[in-house]
């Protein structure tokens, strides 16, 4: 079960709100030992370690109150799933279909993950901690009380994505794309290095540091059309 999550922090982070984070405890879990995934499939209170779930079909699957580590996600199918009340642990994978999937209270450890298909999923009360994550998708879709946490993520594309009450905590954001994005309550200061490729429009939602201010000035100026001599 998961308890709601601490407050949010504002005290040092002048008008933006803080992250909702959740509190993740799981029950005793029992080891999963079914043969594959399966479609609209019903998973709670279970515990998948080290197995191989490449190419397999979990499409509409249910996972609450589970962990997940060390599996392999190659090309499995779980679009329009739910993971709720979960752990994520070292997960790794290239192409993992994901698309509106929902994932609430839910914490992503030292993930390895590429190209993985989030677009118009939904995200609420979600850490992602550790790891590296290169071409995330996340067209569409929308985060709620999202941290990013001592990760890498190379190239994600935030395009058309609604953001409230996200933070980027010591981690790397490089190629960012926030093309038509809403952002509310975002706390970027955290991100080293910072690198938009699009989008920077689109940050009126956001905090960023002076010193991010400057290494995004000639992206800016680009985008603005201004010539700096």
Same mark, same amino acid.
């Given at each position: 079960?998961?308890?709601?999550?601490?407050?949010?922090?504002?005290?040092?982070?002048?008008?933006?709100?803080?992250?909702?984070?959740?509190?993740?405890?799981?029950?005793?879990?029992?080891?999963?030992?079914?043969?594959?995934?399966?479609?609209?499939?019903?998973?709670?209170?279970?515990?998948?370690? +080290?197995? &191989?779930? =490449? /190419?397999?079909?979990?499409?509409?699957?249910?996972?609450? $109150? !589970? @962990? %997940? #580590? *060390?599996?392999?996600?190659?090309?499995?199918?779980?679009?329009?799933?739910?993971?709720?009340?979960?752990?994520?642990?070292?997960?790794?994978?290239?192409?993992?279909?994901?698309?509106?999937?929902?994932?609430?209270?839910?914490?992503?450890?030292?993930?390895?993950?590429?190209?993985?298909?989030?677009?118009?999923?939904?995200?609420?009360?979600?850490?992602?901690?550790?790891?590296?994550?290169?071409?995330?998708?996340?067209?569409?879709?929308?985060?709620?009380?999202?941290?990013?946490?001592?990760?890498?993520?190379? +190239?994600? &594309?935030? =395009? /058309?994505?609604?953001?409230?009450?996200?933070?980027?905590? $010591? !981690? @790397? %954001? #490089? *190629?960012?794309?926030?093309?038509?994005?809403?952002?509310?309550?975002?706390?970027?200061?955290?991100?080293?290095?910072?690198?938009?490729?699009?989008?920077?429009?689109?940050?009126?939602?956001?905090?960023?540091?002076?010193?991010?201010?400057?290494?995004?000035?000639?992206?800016?100026?680009?985008?603005?059309?201004?010539?700096?001599?």
């Amino acid at each position: 079960m998961v308890r709601r999550a601490m407050g949010s922090r504002s005290t040092d982070r002048g008008a933006v709100r803080g992250a909702r984070r959740p509190e993740v405890r799981l029950p005793a879990l029992e080891a999963w030992a079914g043969d594959g995934l399966e479609p609209d499939g019903d998973y709670d209170g279970l515990e998948f370690r +080290e197995l &191989d779930l =490449a /190419g397999q079909d979990g499409a509409g699957a249910r996972f609450m $109150d !589970c @962990a %997940l #580590t *060390g599996c392999v996600l190659d090309e499995t199918g779980l679009g329009r799933a739910r993971v709720l009340d979960s752990v994520l642990t070292g997960l790794r994978g290239v192409g993992t279909q994901l698309a509106e999937s929902t994932f609430r209270d839910v914490e992503l450890v030292d993930a390895r993950l590429g190209g993985t298909q989030l677009h118009g999923a939904v995200l609420e009360r979600v850490v992602v901690r550790g790891g590296k994550i290169d071409f995330l998708n996340l067209r569409e879709a929308r985060l709620t009380d999202v941290v990013f946490e001592s990760c890498v993520l190379v +190239e994600p &594309d935030f =395009a /058309g994505a609604r953001l409230e009450r996200v933070e980027f905590t $010591d !981690c @790397a %954001l #490089t *190629g960012a794309d926030f093309g038509n994005a809403t952002l509310k309550d975002v706390d970027l200061r955290g991100a080293a290095p910072l690198e938009i490729t699009r989008g920077l429009d689109r940050l009126s939602g956001a905090v960023i540091s002076t010193g991010q201010l400057l290494d995004l000035a000639p992206v800016l100026a680009a985008e603005l059309g201004t010539r700096v001599e």
